[in-house]
C-alpha cells in the first residue's frame, strides 16, 4: 500500500535581514581602530545589505538620506582597505575580452589598483576605484550610491542629475504618470508641457473580431 509522505516547505531566506544583522554587529565591533577583518566585515555585509535594501525603491527623504550616510560609512572602510586586501573580499570579475569589445574587465581593474599601489592604503582614491571596479556586488553598490544622490539631489532642486544632465545637453526629456482615479496612463513633456494619453498595450493573444460572431466562425473553421 502506498503511503504519501508530506515533506516539509523550504522557508525563503530572508538575505536582507541576515545582511543587516552582521553588518550592524561588524559596526558595533569597531572602536575607531583599523582592524583588517573588522573593515573588511563592514564592507562585505555593508554593501551586501545595501543591495538588498535598494532593491525596493525609497523615497523618503528621511531614509534615502540614512542610506547616504550608511553608503558614506562603508566606503570610508574600503578606503582603509589596500587593493589586495579589497580582492579578497570582493574578488575581481574574470572577464579578460575587455580590450576586444572596449569595455572594463579584469586587466582594466587589476591595472586601476596598481596604480594606486597593491599594498598601499586606498584613502583618497575610493570613489575613482569604485567606479572601476568590475565585480558585481561594487557595480551594483555604485549604482544604488547615484540613485541615492540623485533622488537627494532631485528633494532640493526639483530635478534629478539624469534630468540636469538632459537639460544642460539639450536633450528632450518625459515623465510618466498615472491617474488612478479614472485608471489612465500620461506621458508629460516636459518642455513644451502637453501630456499624452498612453494606450493599454493589447496581449497578443487576444484578438479583435470584425464582424460579430460569424468572423468569430471562420476564425475557427
Known sequence: MLRLIEGKK??????????IRLFCKSLNEYHGTEDKNNLKQIAYYGIKAVNEILKDEIYDYKKLSEM??????????????????????????????????QIKDYYFTLEKLQQI????????????????????DIMDF?????????????????????????????????????????????????????RIKLKPKKPRYLKILKGGQADANKETD
Do not use: C
Not at 537639460?167 to 488612478?180: G, H, L, P, R, V
Open 117 to 136: 599601489g597593491m599594498d598601499n592604503i586606498i584613502r583618497g582614491r575610493i570613489d575613482e576605484l569604485l567606479w572601476d571596479y568590475q565585480n558585481k
Open 142 to 194: 555604485q549604482l544604488n550610491s547615484i540613485n541615492i544622490i540623485s533622488h537627494l539631489y532631485k528633494y532640493k532642486t526639483g530635478e534629478s542629475l539624469a534630468e540636469k544632465w538632459a537639460k544642460e545637453n539639450n536633450i528632450q526629456t518625459y515623465q510618466s504618470y498615472d491617474n488612478d482615479l479614472i485608471n489612465k496612463k500620461y506621458i508629460y513633456d516636459t518642455r513644451s508641457g502637453k
Open 68 to 101: 547616504f550616510e550608511v553608503i558614506e560609512a562603508i566606503k570610508i572602510a574600503i578606503s582603509l582597505l589596500t587593493p589586495n586586501e579589497l580582492i579578497t573580499v570582493f574578488p575581481i570579475e574574470k572577464r579578460y575580452d575587455g580590450e576586444k569589445y
Open 10 to 19: 523550504n522557508e525563503r531566506i530572508n538575505y536582507k535581514e541576515i545582511y
